[in-house]
């Protein structure tokens, strides 16, 4: 997703509190002194505007949320949502952004922090040549092995075909295993009970394009 930039979108995101600045000083102890509890800790990487992220966490307050975004000006969109969900008292306490590249989260969450991880939707990069840039490649998989727990799962959505065939691909080369797996999610009663649509979810979906979901560990 790119948005035009938007101007005084930097500003806007180092003054907010719900974006967690210098987040590798909080590494091992995101638990203890961001959400100043036990619970476990959930990451989207490339949430984009955050509406799924900002259900989950609506919906399930005894879990730790971090969203993860590239850009500043997507970013602040869920930002935002946040400021107006404040202004009717209905924020969510338990969920937290950060602006930054995934390449970098081996620097930011240490062994096991984290206990789920969450792809929607990430971008295909379809050139052979751009293959690692991938969210679910295997040199991805790789990192966040860094920081998943022994028993924490992904869990990977996406409507493009191609990609998602990749992603399935990279499983044994990177000592990952399917647990579940549809190529038509909203058809699949058990995988989509309680389903959570993200933006591009229900654009692509609207378009009748068939929802690809895989649930993996190591
Ligand atoms: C196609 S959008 C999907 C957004 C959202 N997850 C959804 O399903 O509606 C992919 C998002 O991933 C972000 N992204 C891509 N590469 C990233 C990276 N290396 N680190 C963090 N975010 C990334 C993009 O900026 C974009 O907002």
Redo the contacts with the bound molecule.
């Keep these: ?1 790119r948005l035009r930039n938007i101007p005084g979108a930097d500003e806007a995101l180092a003054n907010s509190k719900y974006v967690i600045k210098q987040p590798e000083t909080y590494r091992g102890k995101f638990r203890e002194q961001i959400f100043q509890n036990e619970n476990p800790i959930h990451i ?5 505007k955050g509406k ?1 992220l900002l259900t989950m966490a609506q919906q399930n307050p005894d879990i730790n949320y971090i969203g ?4 500043s000006s ?1 970013l602040l969109r869920a930002v935002q949502k946040m400021e107006e969900l404040e202004k009717e008292n209905n924020v969510p306490g338990n969920i937290r952004f950060l602006c930054v ?3 970098k989260l081996g620097e930011i969450f240490a062994a096991e922090e984290i206990d789920r991880i969450y792809l ?4 295909p990069w379809p050139k052979d040549r751009h293959a690692k840039r991938r ?1 679910p490649s295997k040199e991805f998989l790789a990192l966040y092995d860094k920081f998943l727990k022994k028993d924490g799962q992904l869990e990977f959505k996406t409507d493009n075909k191609g990609l998602f065939d990749f992603a399935i691909s990279e499983l044994p080369l990177a000592g990952w295993k399917e647990k579940a797996v549809t190529y038509d999610l909203h058809h699949d009663p058990v995988l989509n009970a309680g389903n959570v649509m ?4 229900e654009k692509f979906s609207a378009k009748g394009n068939p929802i690809c979901k895989y649930i993996i560990y190591r």
């Design positions: 997703m989207e990487i490339g949430m984009g799924f993860i975004e590239l850009y997507v590249d995934a390449r929607n939707f990430s971008d969210l993200t933006e591009y979810e």
